[in-house]
């Protein structure tokens, strides 16, 4: 077992599952990793709360979709999610109206700020305290904080690979997704590409996946539908087939809320 490799499946853990954004047309995915940072950052302001754990993942005995585009590797399908959540609660105000409050936070965010299909929130009290400490907040928040394996390449992305007409589109199509509104960066995943283009004959077509990172004040879901348009249809232009793009959002930054999900 190599390093390279062991940290390989190190960062893939981090990232942990990749969930589906919106419906099964909207061709867009999110990291497990991202989305709890910024249902993190939703639940901030509920007071008496520290989270102890936070995830995500599909519910359990309800139906999928199949996705009108192929997704990433590994990536969940297109169907309702359940948040589950740990907390330590301050007993300052009663239990039942602070797991409440935390419930339609995690709920409320998921949903119109993200734009995750979510349909239930599990909560679990770990732990009460009687008087709540000064600035009490997440326990996980040192680790969103951290700067993520994606976040940390994207400050220097890899040069774009491939050669001759492949490369000049993979340019052309990283420079169309960058330009659309709310794209803070492309990212590499894992150390990937963060534009993927792949040509087939039967039937003729492309098929790009994109990785992106989200500004702040903006929605992911709008933006990644934005992407879609932009880089389907530069894609399109020398192609005999139609093209289908995927979107995978890796990083969603701290700021102004974005605009809710319609």
Do not use: C, Y
């Not at 249902?39 to 901030?44: M, Q, S, V």
């Not at 993927?196 to 790009?208: A, Q, S, T, W």
């Amino acid at each position: 077992m190599t390093e390279a490799w062991t940290q390989a499946v190190r960062n893939q853990l981090e990232l942990g599952r990749l969930l589906p954004l919106g419906g099964p047309h909207d061709g867009t995915w999110i990291t497990e990793q991202a989305a709890v940072q910024a249902l993190e950052r939703a639940t901030a302001e509920v007071p008496g709360v520290r989270l102890e754990s936070l995830r995500v993942r599909s519910a359990p005995l309800q139906p999928v979709s199949e996705p009108a585009v192929r997704p990433p590797a590994g990536a969940l399908p297109p169907g309702p999610l359940t948040i589950e959540a740990a907390f330590t609660a301050s007993l300052v105000r009663p239990l039942p109206e602070t797991a409440d409050e935390l419930r339609s936070t995690l709920l409320g965010a998921a949903a119109e700020q993200l734009g995750l299909a979510t349909v239930t929130a599990d909560i679990r009290v770990t732990d009460l305290r009687e008087i709540p400490k000064a600035g009490m907040t997440s326990r996980t928040a040192a680790t969103a904080m951290r700067p993520t394996p994606e976040s940390a390449a994207a400050r220097s992305a890899p040069p774009v690979t491939g050669t001759g007409s492949m490369r000049g589109l993979v340019r052309e199509l990283a420079d169309v997704a960058t330009g659309v509104s709310g794209v803070a960066r492309l990212t590499a995943v894992l150390g990937s590409r963060p534009v993927r283009v792949e040509d087939h004959d039967d039937p003729p077509g492309r098929h790009i996946e994109v990785h992106l990172a989200v500004g702040p004040g903006h929605h992911p879901l709008h933006v990644a539908r934005a992407v879609r348009e932009a880089v389907a249809e530069a894609a399109t232009a020398d192609t005999p087939g139609p093209a289908t793009v995927a979107v995978l959002i890796t990083e969603t930054a701290a700021g102004d809320g974005p605009r809710r999900s319609p």
